[in-house]
């Protein structure tokens, strides 16, 4: 998973960054942003779920068997997990957020934290089991 931090969210700033993590055919799960309604002229299908208050579906069932395929719960779950680490800094200037988001992919990514890791990271000595 990459994280980036991004000027705002329009169209010109979204789009090419999906365009780029997907390939064309893939589907393409999203809230019903406005920036995200011309995916499907990009090769990708896109499906969307409504948050608008009043409105909100969170997930849908496209096909009716039952299953409801089209959320972005996963995505979310990632984002909460960025902001529960951001605030333990009571607050991060935004010059400095792509470092801070680039220490929480390193962590999101790795998976596992080990005792040396923990080691190293508090400047002590690998330990050989």
Known sequence: M?????ANSTRNQLEPKVLKATKPGTTVN??????????????????????????SVWARDLDGDGIREVHNNTLEGIWTGVRN?????????????????????????????TM????????GTQFAP
């Open 116 to 123: 040396n890791l923990l080691r190293v990271l508090c400047g």
């Open 85 to 113: 680490f951001l605030r333990v800094f009571r607050g991060v200037n935004k010059i400095y957020l792509q470092q801070y988001l680039a220490i929480h992919e390193w962590a999101y990514n790795l998976k596992t934290i």
């Open 2 to 6: 990459q994280f980036e931090v991004v």
């Open 30 to 55: 999203t809230d019903e942003w406005v920036a995200y309604h011309h995916l499907a002229d990009t090769d990708r299908r896109h499906v969307s779920v409504c948050h608008a208050p009043g409105q």
